[in-house]
């Protein structure tokens, strides 16, 4: 295949950019070809001024660097180091919204606890006594208490309590427990410091133990403090893709990543004031889409279409209808200052920590944030006059779908409002009607066909009776594709998946939000151990994870905190490791005696879902469960 993505909306985009000679990420991308071998196997080492240093990767000289780091080493803290900046970007963001929700219980800002059952439920998770006390006040002891998470020193982080029991005794005997988020990810960064760790297993070990900082502290804290800020997602309908781009109103696309600004641009964006304006301009109205992960955020709580994910965030400009784009922080490209400058559209950066040269700055702060959202949403209102309707290229390509799954919501679905439990989903899975589950996610990148990686996967993992839960831009991806509709199951699921889906009336790929949300198939992973008859730790379950199309160091440290969860976990192209034959060999094999999980890299996606097929059902064999009640389905297209 040499297309550059199977979604025909992105070709249809891509056509109409290579016509009017505007540059993509794909252009740029083979402008970059043959890439730096010392930079895929991972060994250039950068760490001090004695170097840049360099490891042959064919075994000549030179085989160390100047200070006398071999491959391993280099390879080693080189990794770590991305796990370290995947974990430090999380949980800077549910930093944030722990801040966000000490200012929502002063009254500041104009948030407010729109989930004041799951703020208890969580206050009494960390000990703090609900009784006699207001929303506002367990809402600030909570958010400071989440606060101190960052900074703490000694000890366990709060949530490490949730996980089994047998996972924490593993942790606790590898000396792996994450003590504070801020600390270990300060300790990878000192470890890696020139002279200092050179035990390349040493180093990795401390970089799962940074990454489980992030799964079960930042990530895991920002999911449960935004759904008590801006409430827990439940099942809802939307579409997604170019085409919810609207050719008669004022589009306005949110890109980045945290629901705090996004959540106050949506509100904004139905002010009357606002509207009577887009009204004097000529719009029908405010339309406001996302894309990446702030996308699934307001997608999952209000139903706000999603314009694309990842590598459609150009290609939405180069429709010409955006009347402005807002961003905040992560996965955007600053390729969209130049791109904007092509169109009528206005960039606008938002975050203290994200600025673009050139582009207009609307500084976001929490205590102004409905005023700040106001001005910026007028702002697109206002210039929605000077588009060109010339240059408005909108492809038709838009999808159905439910997204909104959480832990809590798989509860009631499964179980009913009032008999909540995961038996049934235990009970299917024990007698082979379910083969088993896999948690598909990540991004996109330039050196796989878009989308592709995420759809043939996920379809080959459905025709054989595996449940499949996704987020970030990989849920975008099953969406444009319509795999979140519950129709899905009749044309992709095997038999048993099928009836479990038209049962419970679920789709057969449960979206269960942005990658901060990864934490809940964490916590559903609790939920299916504490039900019973799976076995008492993740390693034993019949589950799997996969990245196929990953691009962000982000994405490396989910994958670290999936295996040292336990998780088998695929990515489709390696981490840059292959230069150390010690790293690849640990993390991809011994490291499964250590932590139960490893990783596996493989390039093609229907090797990949055999590879997690053989897992599974080897799981089900140590488990002495049934085998699978059906055969797979044959191949749909
Ligand atoms: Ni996740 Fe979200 Fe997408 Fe990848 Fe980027 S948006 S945090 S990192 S590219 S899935
Ligand atoms: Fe070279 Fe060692 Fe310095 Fe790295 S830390 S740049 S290998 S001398």
Same mark, same amino acid.
């Given at each position: ?5 199977? &979604? ?85 963001? /549910? ?39 207001? &929303? ?21 982080? &709060? ?20 003590? !504070? ?45 935004? &759904? ?24 306005? @696309? ?113 205590? !102004? ?22 240059? @408005? ?10 997204? /909104? ?34 948690? @598909?996610? /990540? ?28 987020? !970030? ?165």
């Amino acid at each position: 295949m040499n297309e550059k993505s199977v &979604d025909r909306a992105s070709l249809t985009m891509l056509q109409h950019a290579a016509k009017e000679r505007l540059e993509t990420a794909w252009d740029r991308w083979e402008a970059q070809q043959p890439q730096c071998g010392f930079g895929q196997l991972g060994v250039c080492c950068r760490i001090c001024n004695m170097g840049p240093c360099r490891i042959d990767p064919f075994g000549r000289e030179p085989k160390r660097g100047t200070c006398g780091a071999d491959a391993d080493t280099i390879v080693a803290r080189n990794l770590v180091r991305m796990v370290a900046a995947g974990a430090a970007a999380h949980s800077d963001h /549910g930093r944030d919204v722990a801040h966000t929700l000490i200012l929502a219980a002063e009254g500041k800002g104009g948030y407010q606890i729109k989930d004041p059952a799951k703020l208890r439920r969580i206050a009494a998770e960390f000990g703090i006594a609900p009784n006699g006390h207001t &929303d506002q006040q367990i809402a600030r002891e909570l958010g400071e208490r989440g606060l101190a998470m960052f900074g703490r020193q000694e000890g366990a982080l &709060d949530y490490i309590k949730r996980a089994p029991e047998a996972r924490r005794n593993t942790w606790q005997r590898l000396g792996i427990v994450p003590r !504070g988020i801020d600390r270990e990810i300060v300790e990878v960064m000192h470890r890696t410091n020139m002279g200092v760790d050179c035990d390349y297993k040493n180093i990795l070990m401390q970089g799962f133990r940074a990454a489980l900082a992030d799964g079960w502290g930042g990530s895991m804290l920002a999911t449960d403090f935004q &759904d008590i800020l801006f409430r827990q997602p439940q099942p809802i309908r939307s579409r997604v893709n170019l085409g919810v781009l609207k050719k008669d109103q004022v589009n306005l @696309v949110v890109h980045g990543h945290e629901p705090a600004l996004s959540e106050m641009i949506v509100a904004a964006s139905r002010d009357p004031e606002v509207l009577k304006l887009a009204a004097e301009k000529g719009a029908t109205g405010v339309n406001v889409a996302g894309i990446c992960c702030t996308a699934n955020e307001i997608l999952m709580r209000h139903g706000v279409p999603v314009a694309g994910n990842f590598l459609q965030q150009e290609l939405a400009i180069i429709t010409g209808a955006v009347d402005l784009m807002v961003v905040d922080v992560q996965c955007v490209m600053p390729a969209l200052a130049g791109i904007t400058n092509c169109f009528h559209t206005k960039l606008v950066t938002t975050s203290p920590k994200a600025r673009m040269p050139g582009v207009e700055h609307i500084q976001f702060s929490e205590e !102004g944030a409905y005023r700040i959202a106001k001005d910026i949403v007028t702002r697109a209102v206002e210039n929605f006059v000077r588009r060109d309707p010339k240059k @408005v290229n909108i492809p038709e390509d838009a999808t159905d779908l439910i997204a /909104g799954f959480t832990t809590e919501t798989v509860y009631q679905f499964l179980g009913g409002r009032y008999r909540a439990t995961y038996r049934p989903l235990n009970d299917a899975v024990m007698d082979g009607r379910l083969r088993g589950a896999v948690g @598909v996610v /990540g991004c996109n990148n330039p050196n796989t066909v878009h989308d592709h990686g995420h759809l043939a996967l996920t379809k080959e993992l459905l025709r054989n009776d595996v449940l499949v839960v996704t987020s !970030g831009c990989s849920a975008i991806a099953d969406a444009k594709e319509g795999l979140l509709q519950p129709e899905a199951a009749f044309k992709y699921a095997g038999a048993g998946l099928r009836e479990i889906c038209e049962t419970v009336g679920i789709p057969p790929v449960l979206h269960v939000g942005a990658c901060v949300d990864n934490s809940r198939i964490l916590t559903t992973l609790v939920a299916i151990c504490d039900e019973g008859g799976l076995g008492k730790d993740f390693s034993q379950l019949p589950i799997a994870g996969s990245a196929p199309e990953w691009m962000s160091e982000k994405a490396v440290t989910i994958g670290f905190y999936c295996v040292a969860s336990g998780l088998l976990t695929h990515f489709n192209t390696p981490h840059p490791v292959l230069g150390s034959p010690g790293v690849t060999r640990f993390i991809t094999e011994e490291v499964e005696g250590l932590l139960g999980g490893k990783f596996l890299f493989e390039p093609d996606p229907l090797k990949a879902a055999g590879a997690i097929l053989n897992h599974i059902d080897q799981k089900r064999a140590e488990l002495k469960l049934k085998p699978p009640m059906y055969k797979p389905v044959p191949v749909s297209v």
